[in-house]
DNA sequence: TTGAAAGCGTTACCAA
DNA sequence: TTGGTAACGCTTTCAA
């Protein structure tokens, strides 16, 4: 059986001094005469002592921990991410809690104000699903948090911004260089604001190109291999004039691609696809997918780094976070 | 700015009862008059009262809280069964950190021994790379601990057991249905349990089978497409007579498979390729990829189970899960 | 340089 | 059914 934790009580007792000087000790502060030190650092070595993080968060009011909310860390964009945050958070010895939302506004908010009941430090909200006036009212709420892609402005709100709209601008200037004139858009799910971003990156390209449109060539889905294949053949089949498709991300894509070929159509000569995101399956995949490449792990790691920064210097709201994005030509279109 | 933290002091003034009685409530304990209980309730409710995790924490010694400790979340295998982990949790609404080791045994011992000063009721460890004597003493130093793929009997430790063997006989009994009969194997880690397990596994359904075998037809590497490319071609170009591959995981046999294509072998007709795992792109490559599924979500959630059990029936020691494999046959082999 | 005492927010134990 | 008091293990504040 394991014996009594032993306390900072213990090694004082051990070490011959007051539960204050090893307190002082552990966390290097104040002065300390070497005889002193090292008796207490003997006896931490020899009782095998270490703090206790519950009661050093309950006198401090810090627990060094943070969550990281995602819809679905089986989101193959989504370990990368959860990696950068974890990377940076480790360096500054904080630790990280993982929550799936699963794409659920309601399971969202039951996470996020369970959050808020304490154990973390600070939030890091991915692919939030929530409305706008409701993610405001949590972050007047609560403490430190970073959302990504939802332009909040508010006091200790950090927020990482990916440029979507430059994102889809490049997949349909690509397109047009390669003579496609008539490009569907999958979309992602509607309440996705990253999805809406793109849709309007798309609408806009379109736009400055004169290419023609309807409200039809952009139709909604899940963003999944499958939702990718359905929302492709509807576009396909009730448009046979589209040659191209670009998609909310990598998933749908190749599965727009699947369904091009179950059509019977050679991609890239008959139909082209570009995703977006470039998850590293898209470079495997046959054909591989021409995308837009979007930096996963800068993204968990610089967001973490901001929350960081605003936990550290409570007043300060860093700018925010812009995330590039570049074209990946590969062989899809 | 936020206000001063409601406490449960301040809900038990609000509602004229003492922090006892609130506490009673919070936690459905000891009978309470249904007036009280109104007015308690009430108090709550009006004040936003949320109950501290980590003062409950210090007053229980129990977090609800678990740590999750993989080599990486990157690695595609672990995404699902870090999901079934946290659905697990999440159903005995428990929060659940998650740690990267990175394959380094070090980094491995410092994460467990961080993980013993507290923040977490029990630890899930998964590809663990520390011998088995460290392993061994770190159970005894501390609480809870699920492990996969190591077989350790010791009070309080849960075990994971993949059938590792019988998944490599079945690869090699698909081999031999084929035809094949020189067989190479792209093993993993060498530190690695699993791949350990594999190796044997695949030795000996090569001897039943009276099938050529040399030591140089098996050789370790870093569980990677890289990997895998780099060893499969040592492999082939050392053993020209070799037809089929078997590797450790479906990474290295997708880095097989492209080895094999550089080489300007046709697959499967010509190199028949055999990966381990089923990681979800092994149904999207080209050649589709011929595999031994493990069932990654129920690794995750029977471990999550098996270690819950556990915090909940301290004396109880729950017997080993075993987790089956079978043989998907696609189009690499 | 060191120590004593109070406090962090909750639960446990024992009385009332 | 309810309340008082003492933990839980640490840090903070103030003295010595």
């Known amino acids: 059986m394991m014996r009594h934790r032993v306390t900072i009580e213990d090694v004082a007792r051990a070490a011959g001094v007051s ?24 006896a931490i070595q020899r009782l095998g002592y270490r703090p206790s993080w519950v009661a050093r968060g309950l006198a401090t009011q810090r627990t060094r921990t943070l969550g990281l909310v995602v819809p679905d860390i089986t989101n193959p964009f989504f370990p990368e991410v959860a990696r950068g945050v974890q990377d940076a ?8 809690f993982l929550y799936n939302t699963d794409e ?26 929530i409305a706008d006036a409701e993610l405001l009212a949590f972050a007047e709420y609560y403490r430190p948090l970073v959302v990504l892609n939802r332009p909040i402005i508010h006091p200790g709100v950090g927020v990482v911004l990916v440029d ?35 849709v309007e990156g798309f609408c806009c390209a379109l736009a400055e190109y004169q290419l023609p449109f309807q409200e039809s060539y952009i139709v909604p889905g899940p963003p999944t291999l499958e939702g990718g294949r359905v929302i492709a053949e509807q576009l396909l089949c009730r448009h046979p004039e589209l040659t191209a498709l670009f998609a909310y991300n990598d998933m749908m894509a190749l599965g727009a691609v699947q369904t091009c070929m179950a059509l019977g159509y050679r991609v890239p000569e008959q139909r082209a696809v570009i995703g977006f995101d470039d998850i590293w399956i898209a470079a495997l995949t046959h054909p591989a997918l021409t995308t837009i490449r979007v930096n996963k792990y800068d993204i968990g790691y610089r967001a973490a780094r901001c929350l960081l920064t605003i936990l550290e210097d409570a007043a300060q709201s860093p700018p925010a976070v812009e995330i590039g994005v570049e074209l990946v030509i590969r062989e899809s279109a």
């Open 19 to 42: 539960r204050q000087t090893v307190s002082r000790v552990i966390n290097n502060k104040g002065e300390i005469s070497p005889p002193t030190l090292e008796r207490v650092m003997d």
């Open 164 to 198: 979507n709209l430059a994102g889809a601008r490049l997949a349909v200037e690509h397109f047009v260089r390669r003579g496609h004139r008539h490009i569907g858009m999958l979309a992602g799910p509607p309440a996705s604001p990253s999805s809406i971003q793109r």
């Open 89 to 96: 958070a480790r360096a500054k010895d904080y630790h990280v």
């Open 104 to 129: 659920s506004a309601e399971r969202e908010h039951q996470i996020l104000y369970s959050l808020a009941s304490q154990p973390v430090d600070g939030i890091l909200l991915f692919g939030s699903r």
